[in-house]
C-alpha cells in the first residue's frame, strides 16, 4: 500500500527542450509510457519493454555532480522510472530533426545509405547513434559498434545502418578492407571483392558527398533552467506519490540514511535494469521506492595507491571509462583485475543499459548471471557501507554473493562506494563468458579467476575461482582452491584442478537454464583457458626458474606464443563489404528510376519517427485497451471461467469470452476463443477490456479458471509419430526407382537432422484499432497485417456482418515475416468483438512476451535421411522423410509441409528421389508462416546428406555439391521444366568472387596450426522457388486516380511489411506514366480501395501488384495518348487539366491475372511455381572449440535477381534475410519446459542476431542480369530466398567442428543439430573436458527443457 506520506512533489524535466511539469505523476509510469501517451511522441516505439531490444532508445542529458559537466547517453526509455527524470533533459527522435523543419544528419544518412526498412528500430538507431555524436563528433567505428550494440534490427541485416554511422567516424575515409587501410578497389589480388571493369557495374548504393555535414553547433542546448536548478541544488526530499506507489528521492546522503531507517524494505531505485523487469515480468512489487540519484557521494570515484574506489551510483558506462583510464595510466601488472572486469564490461547487455546500470546495483541485485561479481570477488573487492550507525567495509565475497545473512547488508544500509585493489606482480587475474552470441546477450557460463604464485615461483599461493550462470547464486570453488595451495602450476595441477572443480562445483541435470552438460564442460574448459593464459604469462615473466614442467602433451596440446591470441575471445570486428548490382541502360531516361538504389518512400519518416504504425495513431475518443487471457494448460478441459475479481478492478469495462461472439468462432478446429478445451500453453481464452492498458493487463491475473488435465499431452515430434497424431496425410513425391538403385550404389549413409523453430520477432507485436461506427455496424480497423482482406473476412464472419461494412487499414506494418499473415485475423477478431460489446473503440497491443507465447513461428522439423552415392561422390538415390511440428491446429502446417517437400531437392538432379513429409500435432500454439516457408529448415536435410556423402566419399563438400547440382535444361521433381544456367552462373561466380579455392587452402593451414580453434567454410547453392501452389493467388488489382493538379494517388493490394513494395511500386508508375516520382503517392493499403486482396507473401508482391500498377497507368496513359499527341510540348498538368475537361476518367483499376499454378500430388506432378530465385552463398568462420563460439569471418553472397526493379532494395532483402538465417541457423533456439510452456519470451532469452554477428566481411553481388518473362520488367522476388543462404555459416561452422574432431582421432558420424549454437559446437568439439565431465542418466532426472524438434 501507498505510503502515508505528505503531498506529491511537482517532477520538472525537459523533453525536446521544452519544459514539462507533472504534478501527479505516478512512479510505476515509465519514460516510454509518458511520452507516448502524454505527450503523443510515437517516434519512441515499444518492442520488448525490457531493455533488451533498444528500439526506445532516446538520450538523456544530466548534469554530473562531480564532473560539473553535462553528461548525454543513451537509455531504453521503457525502463526508465519517469521519476527518476527529475532535472534531467530528454531528447527523443522528434527532437533531433523533422521532415518539416529540419533533418539531422544522422536521420538523412540512416535512410539515404538504406538503413531503415519496415522503419521500427530506426528512430532507436538514430538515437543511439545521435548520442554517440553528441558526444563524440566524430567516432571511432568501435564506439560506433559499441554504440548500435544494444538495438536490434529484424530487418536489414545491419549491414547498412552501420555503413550509414560510419560516415560520421573518423577512419572512414577509404573502404579499407580488412584494416589493411587499402581501398578493396586497389587489391584485388588480396581476396578482395573486386569491381568488375565494365562499367555497367556498380557498387554504390549512394551519393555520400550529397549528405550534408554534421554540425555539432546545431544541437539542443541543455536547457538553461535545469542548468541553475543542478548549480544550486535542491536539498530538499521530494516525494512523488501514485496509485499504488511512493517515489522518495532524497537530497542528501543523510536523508537517504534516514530514509532506510524508516523504510527497511524498500529498494534503491538506480538504474532500474534489475527491479524494473522484475517488476514487470515477475510480479515484484515495492510501495515505497528511494531513489538516491541526487546524491553525488555515491558517485564519487578515488584513486589510491592501492586501489579504486568507484562510488555505487556509477553506471556500469562511467565504470568502463573509469577503469580504462586507470589501465592507461597504471603499470600492467597492477591492472589485472581492471582488465578482467574491462572485458566483461564490453559485452555485458547494450549501451544504454550499460549507461543506465550502477555498479551498485549490478553487485546488490546479485543475479547468477552476473558477469563482474565472480571477478569483483576474486580481486578481493571491499563493499563500503553506510548507514546511519556509520561506515562499514565487508569483502565482496562468495558469503555474501550467496547471500548469507552475516556477510550481507543490513536492511538499514547502503552500499556506498566499492573499492578494488590493484593486482599484483605475481598475481594474474582473467574473467571468461560464453553467452549464445557475442554481445547483448546474458552469459550461460561466465567465471573470474585469479592465482598469486609465491614470487619468482610457479608455486600457487592463493587462488579463486568464482563461477556465474551454474547455480541460483554466483558460486565460488573455495575448496578446490584450497586444495590446490602450494602446487605447481603444471599439468598435474591443471588435471587435479578440474577434477576438484567438477567434484566441488556440481550442476544438477534438471537445473534451471538446462544446457548442464555445456555448462559442465565450460568450467574445465574456462579454467585450462586460465592455466594456458597464465603459464604463458609466468613464461615471459620468469626467466629465474624454470618454467612448468612441458606444457606439451597430447591431453592439453600447447599453443605457440605467436598464436597466443587464439586463446582470446574473438574481438568485435567492424564488418566491410561491397555491394554490386548492374547499372541501369545509359539510354534510360533520367526520369525512369526503375533499376535504380531509390530510398525507401517512408525512409526519412522512419528515421525522425514520424511515421506512424498502427499504435502510433492517435487516441480515439472513448478507446479502451484489450488484454489477453491464455491457457496455462498444455491439453486440459475447461471447468470454469471466474471474472468476478477482474471485474472489480479499477478501470476494467468488460470481460470478453466465447459467448459474446455473435458469429462464429473460428473454425471448429481453430477456436478464436477457446470454449470447452485447451490445445496448448497460450491458447487465448477471454479477453479483458479496461480503461488503460496497465489496468487491462493487470486485470488479466485475476480472470480464475479451472481446467481439468486431458491425455495425452504431445510436445515433441518423437511423441507425435509415437501416438500417429498428425494434423494432415503425408505428402509424398517420387521419381525414379529408388529401391533399385540402393543396391547399385557403392555406399549409403543413413541419418537424422533436427532443425529448431523460429520466431518471428518482428520488432512491432501484433497490433490492431478497431473503431465502431455509428451507422450500419460499420468497423474501421487498423491493423498490423500482411493479409488486411483476410482480417475482414474473419471480423465479418466473427460479427456476422457483411464484409463490406468492414474497412481495414494498412498504413505499414513493423515487420512481418510470414507471423503477420494469419494471426493478425484473430487479434482483429477480438478487438472487434470487444467493439461490438462496448460499443468503443479497441485497441489490442500484444506484449513481446504474450506476442511470443501466442502465435507460434516457423516449424521445427526433424528429418531422416538414406542416401545412396558412388565413391566419386555421384548421389544415385536420394530417400527423406521429413516431420515438422504443427502445433495444435493446422494453420498453414500442410502448406508448409507440401512447399518443403517440392523444394526439398534444391540445386541437385538426384534420378531417383523418395520425399516424404508429414505435420505432426502436437500441443504446442500452432506454428505458422514463417520467410521461406519450409524450405530453409527442409533443404537443411538435403544439405546435411551432401555433407554426410563428402565425409564418407573423403571429398570436400563443394565437390559433391558441384558434381550432383542441374546442369542443363531439366525438370524437376515434379517435372517442372527449367533452365538452370543462372543457378551455375550464380555457383562459379561465388565461387570466383569469394576466392573459394584458395581460402580453403588457407582454412586447411591455419587448422593445422592450430589445435584449439578451428576455421570452417562452406559455399551452397540455391534453387528456390516463388509464389504460392495455387492459381487464385497468383492475381492483383491496383487503382489508380489523377487528380486536377496532376498529382497522381497509387493504391495496390500490397502491404508495405519494410520490403519497399510502395517504393517499387511507385518506380513502376513513374516509368508508366513517364512521370517523375514526386508527383506520386500512395497513402495505404485499404480494403475499400483494392478489394479481394492476396497476403504479401511467398516473395511475389512485387510482381503481381507491380503488373496491376503497370496495367492501371496503361489504361490511363491511352486514355491520355489522344490529348498528348494533339500538344505533345505540353506539361503532364496541362494534360490532366485537358483530360478533365473532355470528361476522361482520370481514374483506373489495373488487374493482373497472373500464373497458373497447379499441383497434382496424387500424380507428383506440376508447375506450382511461376519462376526460381538463384544463389549461392559462401562463408568462413572461426570456431573456439573450448567454447563453442565463433565468429563470422566473411560470406559472399550471389543472387540471381534478374533485373532488379530496385538493386538497394533487393540488396537489403537478402541481406537482412540472410542474416535472418543466420539467426535460424545459430543463435535463435526456443526452449519448452516439460510442460510445453514456452520459456524464451523476451529478447533476454531469444537471441536474433546482433550488429556485433554480420559478418567482418559481407558481399553481395546481383548477379548480372538474365531475364524472366513472367515478371514486371524481369524482375524477380527476392523476399524469402536468402534466409537458407543463413544456411553457409551452419555449414562452415560444422566444417570447422569436423576439422577439430578430424585431429582429435574422432571417426564417429556427427551432424550438429540446427542452430548451431556455442553448446552444440562445443559438446561436438569433443576432448578430454567433453569426456571427463559428469553424465546423468536422462531417466533419473527431469530436465529443465525439452527439445520438441
Ligand atoms: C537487457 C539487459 C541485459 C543485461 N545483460 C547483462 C549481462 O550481460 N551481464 C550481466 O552481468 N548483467 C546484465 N544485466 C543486468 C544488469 O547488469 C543489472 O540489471 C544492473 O547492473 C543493475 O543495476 P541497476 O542500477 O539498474 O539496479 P536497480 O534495478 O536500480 O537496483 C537493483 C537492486 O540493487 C539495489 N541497490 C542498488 N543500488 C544500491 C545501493 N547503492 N545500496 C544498496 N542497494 C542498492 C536495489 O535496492 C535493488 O534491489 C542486464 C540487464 C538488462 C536489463
Ligand atoms: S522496448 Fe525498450 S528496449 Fe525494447
Ligand atoms: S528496419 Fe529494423 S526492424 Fe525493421
New binding site residues.
Given amino acids: 500500500m501507498p505510503c502515508p506520506l505528505t503531498e506529491s512533489d511537482e517532477l520538472v524535466f525537459f523533453v525536446n527542450g521544452k519544459k514539462v511539469t507533472e504534478k501527479n505523476v505516478d512512479p510505476e509510469v515509465t519514460l516510454l509510457a509518458f511520452l507516448r501517451k502524454n505527450l503523443c511522441l510515437t517516434g519512441t516505439k515499444y518492442a520488448c519493454g ?3 531490444c533498444g528500439a526506445c532508445t532516446v538520450m538523456v542529458s544530466k548534469h554530473d555532480p562531480v564532473s560539473k559537466k553535462i553528461r548525454h547517453f543513451s537509455v ?1 526509455a521503457c ?1 526508465v522510472p519517469i521519476c527518476s527524470l527529475y532535472g534531467a533533459a530528454v531528447t527523443t527522435v522528434e527532437g533531433v530533426g523533422s521532415i518539416k523543419t529540419r533533418l539531422h544528419p544522422v536521420q538523412e544518412r540512416i535512410a539515404k545509405s538504406h538503413g531503415t526498412q519496415c522503419g521500427f528500430c530506426t528512430p532507436g538507431m538514430v538515437m543511439s547513434m545521435y548520442a554517440l555524436l553528441r558526444n563524440h563528433p566524430q567516432p571511432s567505428e568501435g564506439q560506433l559498434m559499441e554504440a548500435l550494440g ?1 538495438n536490434l534490427c529484424r530487418c536489414t541485416g545491419y549491414r547498412p545502418i552501420l555503413q550509414s554511422g560510419r560516415t560520421f567516424c573518423k577512419e572512414a575515409d577509404g573502404c579499407q578492407q580488412q584494416g589493411t587501410g587499402q581501398c578493396c578497389l586497389d587489391q584485388r589480388e588480396n581476396n578482395c571483392p573486386s569491381l568488375s571493369s565494365k562499367n555497367d557495374i556498380c557498387t554504390e548504393l549512394f551519393a555520400e558527398e550529397e549528405f550534408q555535414p554534421l554540425d555539432p553547433t546545431q544541437e539542443l542546448i541543455f536547457p538553461p533552467e535545469l542548468l541553475r536548478m543542478a548549480e544550486n541544488p535542491e536539498k530538499r526530499t521530494l516525494t512523488f506519490s501514485g496509485e499504488r506507489v511512493t517515489w522518495i528521492s532524497p537530497g542528501t546522503l543523510q536523508d537517504l540514511l534516514e530514509l532506510k531507517v524508516k523504510h527497511p524494505e524498500a ?12 517488476m514487470k515480468s515477475r510480479g515484484h512489487f515495492h510501495p515505497i521506492l ?1 531513489s ?1 540519484g541526487r546524491i553525488s557521494e ?1 558517485k564519487m570515484v578515488t584513486k589510491t595507491s592501492d586501489g579504486l574506489t568507484i562510488g ?2 556509477c ?2 558506462a562511467q565504470v568502463k571509462d573509469i577503469l580504462a583510464e586507470s589501465i592507461s595510466e597504471l603499470p600492467e601488472e597492477k591492472t589485472r583485475t581492471y582488465q578482467a572486469l574491462l572485458k ?1 564490461l564490453q ?4 549501451q544504454q ?1 550499460r549507461n ?10 546479485r ?1 547468477c ?5 565472480p571477478v569483483l570477488a576474486v580481486g578481493n573487492a571491499i563493499l563500503n557501507l553506510l548507514s546511519e550507525g556509520g561506515p562499514r567495509q565487508i569483502p565482496l565475497n562468495d558469503h555474501f554473493l550467496a547471500g548469507v545473512v552475516s556477510a550481507d ?1 543490513k536492511p538499514e ?4 562506494s566499492v573499492f578494488i585493489p590493484h593486482s599484483q606482480k605475481w598475481e594474474f587475474v582473467a574473467a571468461f563468458r560464453q ?1 549464445q552470441c557475442q554481445q ?4 550461460d557460463v ?1 567465471a573470474g579467476m585469479r592465482v598469486l604464485f609465491t614470487e619468482g615461483t610457479d608455486t600457487i599461493e592463493d587462488l579463486g575461482i568464482i563461477y ?1 550462470g551454474v547455480g541460483v547464486s554466483t558460486v565460488s570453488a573455495h575448496k578446490s582452491c584450497r586444495q590446490l595451495l602450494g602446487r605447481h602450476w603444471n599439468e598435474r595441477m591443471m588435471d587435479e584442478a578440474c577434477r576438484l572443480l567438477l567434484d566441488e562445483v556440481s550442476l544438477p541435470g534438471s537445473a534451471p537454464g538446462g544446457k548442464v552438460e555445456f555448462k559442465r564442460t565450460l568450467l574445465v574448459s574456462f579454467f585450462f583457458k586460465f592455466y594456458l593464459e597464465v603459464s604463458q604469462e609466468l613464461k615471459t615473466q620468469v626467466k629465474l626458474f624454470s618454467v612448468p614442467v612441458s606444457l606439451h602433451s597430447r591431453r592439453y596440446p600447447e599453443i605457440a606464443p605467436s598464436s597466443l591470441s587464439t586463446l582470446r575471445d574473438f574481438p568485435g570486428t567492424i564488418p566491410e563489404g561491397v555491394q554490386t548490382y548492374q547499372r541501369v541502360d545509359s539510354h534510360q531516361p533520367l526520369q525512369d528510376p526503375v533499376g535504380r538504389p531509390i530510398m525507401h518512400l517512408s525512409g526519412l519518416k522512419h528515421a525522425t519517427g514520424e511515421a506512424i504504425f498502427c499504435d502510433d495513431i492517435p487516441r480515439v475518443d472513448k478507446e479502451l485497451f484489450m488484454a489477453l487471457v491464455t491457457s496455462t494448460r498444455a491439453h486440459a478441459k475447461i471447468i470454469s471461467i471466474d471474472p468476478s475479481e477482474a471485474l472489480q478492478l479499477p478501470g476494467v469495462v468488460d470481460v470478453v469470452t466465447a459467448e459474446d461472439i455473435p458469429g462464429t468462432n473460428g473454425t471448429d478446429d481453430d477456436k478464436l476463443l477457446a470454449i470447452d478445451e485447451v490445445l496448448c500453453v497460450g491458447q487465448i481464452i477471454c479477453a479483458v477490456v479496461a480503461d488503460t492498458d496497465v489496468q487491462a493487463k493487470r486485470a488479466t491475473e485475476k480472470i480464475k479458471i479451472t481446467y481439468e488435465d486431458l491425455e495425452p499431452v504431445i510436445f515433441t515430434i518423437e511423441d507425435a509419430i509415437k501416438h500417429g497424431s498428425f494434423l494432415c496425410p503425408e505428402k509424398k513425391l517420387e521419381q525414379g526407382n529408388i529401391e533399385e538403385a540402393f543396391e547399385m550404389v557403392d555406399q549409403i549413409v543413413e541419418g537424422e537432422v533436427h532443425v529448431g523453430g523460429q520466431e518471428h520477432f518482428y520488432m512491432e507485436t501484433q497490433r490492431v484499432l478497431v473503431i465502431p461506427k455509428t451507422e450500419d455496424k460499420e468497423l474501421e480497423i487498423y491493423v498490423s497485417t500482411q493479409d488486411p482482406a483476410h482480417v475482414q473476412k474473419t471480423v465479418s464472419s466473427t460479427l456476422n456482418i457483411p464484409i463490406n461494412r468492414i474497412t481495414c487499414h494498412v498504413k505499414r506494418v513493423g515487420g512481418g515475416f510470414g507471423g503477420k499473415v494469419g494471426r493478425p485475423a484473430v487479434f482483429g477478431a477480438l478487438a472487434a468483438v470487444g467493439a461490438i460489446k462496448t460499443g468503443r473503440p479497441i485497441c489490442l497491443v500484444l506484449d513481446r512476451e504474450d506476442d511470443m507465447l501466442i502465435t507460434g513461428g516457423r516449424h521445427p522439423l526433424f528429418g531422416k535421411y538414406k542416401v545412396g552415392f558412388m565413391n566419386s561422390g555421384r548421389i544415385k538415390a536420394l530417400d527423406i522423410k521429413c516431420y515438422i511440428n504443427g502445433g495444435c491446429v493446422l494453420d498453414d502446417s500442410e502448406l508448409v509441409i507440401e512447399f518443403l517437400i517440392l523444394k526439398l531437392e534444391n540445386a541437385y538432379k538426384i534420378r531417383n528421389l523418395r520425399f516424404r513429409g508429414r505435420a505432426c500435432m502436437t500441443n504446442l500454439p500452432s506454428n505458422t508462416a514463417f520467410r521461406g516457408f519450409g524450405f530453409p529448415q527442409g533443404t537443411l536435410v538435403t544439405e546435411s546428406c551432401i555433407t554426410a556423402v563428402a565425409a564418407k566419399c573423403g571429398l570436400p563438400p563443394e565437390k559433391i555439391r558441384e558434381k550432383n547440382m542441374y546442369k542443363t535444361v531439366d525438370k524437376t521433381i515434379y517435372k517442372q521444366a527449367f533452365n538452370p544456367e543462372p543457378l551455375i552462373r550464380c555457383w562459379n561466380e561465388c565461387l570466383d568472387k569469394s576466392s573459394f579455392h584458395s581460402r580453403r587452402m588457407q582454412v586447411e593451414e591455419f587448422n593445422k596450426k592450430n589445435y584449439w580453434k578451428k576455421k570452417g567454410i562452406a559455399i551452397v547453392p540455391m534453387k528456390f522457388s516463388v509464389g504460392f501452389g495455387a492459381t487464385s493467388y497468383h492475381q492483383a488489382a491496383a487503382l489508380v486516380h489523377i487528380y486536377t493538379d496532376g498529382s497522381v494517388l497509387v493504391t495496390h493490394g500490397g502491404n508495405e511489411l519494410g520490403q519497399g513494395i510502395h517504393t517499387k511500386m511507385l518506380q513502376v508508375a513513374s516509368r508508366e506514366l513517364k512521370l517523375p516520382m514526386s508527383y506520386m503517392h500512395i497513402c495505404e493499403t485499404s480494403t475499400a480501395t483494392v478489394p479481394n486482396t492476396i497476403a504479401t507473401a511467398a516473395s511475389i508482391g512485387a510482381d503481381v501488384n507491380g503488373r496491376a500498377v503497370q496495367n492501371a497507368c496503361q489504361i490511363l496513359l491511352k486514355r491520355l495518348e489522344p490529348i498528348i499527341k494533339k500538344n505533345p510540348e505540353g506539361r503532364w498538368e496541362d494534360w490532366i487539366q485537358a483530360a478533365f475537361e473532355q470528361r476522361i476518367s482520370l481514374s483506373a483499376t489495373g488487374y493482373f491475372r497472373g500464373y497458373k499454378a497447379f499441383m497434382d500430388w496424387e500424380k507428383g506432378e506440376g508447375d506450382p511455381f511461376p519462376y526460381y530465385v538463384y544463389g549461392a552463398a559462401c562463408s568462413e568462420v572461426e570456431v573456439d572449440c573450448l567454447t563453442g563460439a565463433h565468429k563470422k569471418i566473411r560470406t559472399d553472397i550471389v543472387m540471381d535477381a534478374c533485373c532488379s526493379l530496385n538493386p538497394a532494395i533487393d540488396i537489403g532483402q537478402i541481406e537482412g534475410s540472410f542474416i535472418q538465417g543466420m539467426g535460424l541457423y545459430t543463435t535463435e533456439e526456443l526452449h519448452y519446459s516439460p510442460e510445453g510452456v514456452l520459456y524464451s519470451r523476451s ?2 532469452e531469444y537471441k536474433i542476431p546482433t550488429i556485433t554477428d554480420v559478418p567482418e566481411q559481407f558481399n553481395v553481388s546481383l548477379l548480372p542480369s538474365s531475364q524472366t518473362p513472367l515478371t514486371i520488367y524481369s524482375s524477380k522476388g527476392l523476399g524469402e530466398s536468402g534466409m537458407f543462404l543463413g544456411s553457409s555459416v551452419f555449414f562452415a561452422i560444422g566444417d570447422a567442428v569436423a576439422a577439430a574432431r578430424r585431429q582429435r582421432d574422432i571417426t564417429a558420424d556427427f551432424t550438429v543439430k540446427s542452430p548451431a549454437t556455442p553448446e552444440r559446437v562445443r559438446m561436438a568439439c569433443t576432448d578430454w573436458f567433453t569426456e571427463m565431465i559428469p553424465r546423468d542418466d536422462p531417466k533419473t532426472f527431469k530436465p529443465w527443457s525439452i527439445p520438441i524438434a
Fill in positions: 525490457r531493455g533488451g531504453a525502463l544494444g529498494p534503491l531505485v538506480l538504474g532500474n535494469t534489475s527491479l524494473g523487469p522484475a528511494l538516491p555515491l555505487a551510483g553506471s556500469l566483461h559485452s555485458l547487455a547494450g543499459i543506465m546500470a550502477s555498479l551498485g546495483g549490478h553487485i546488490i541485485s543475479h548471471y552476473s558477469d563482474l561479481n547488508l544500509e547502503i552500499l556506498e553467452a547483448n546477450a546474458l552469459p561466465n556465474g529478447p533476454d
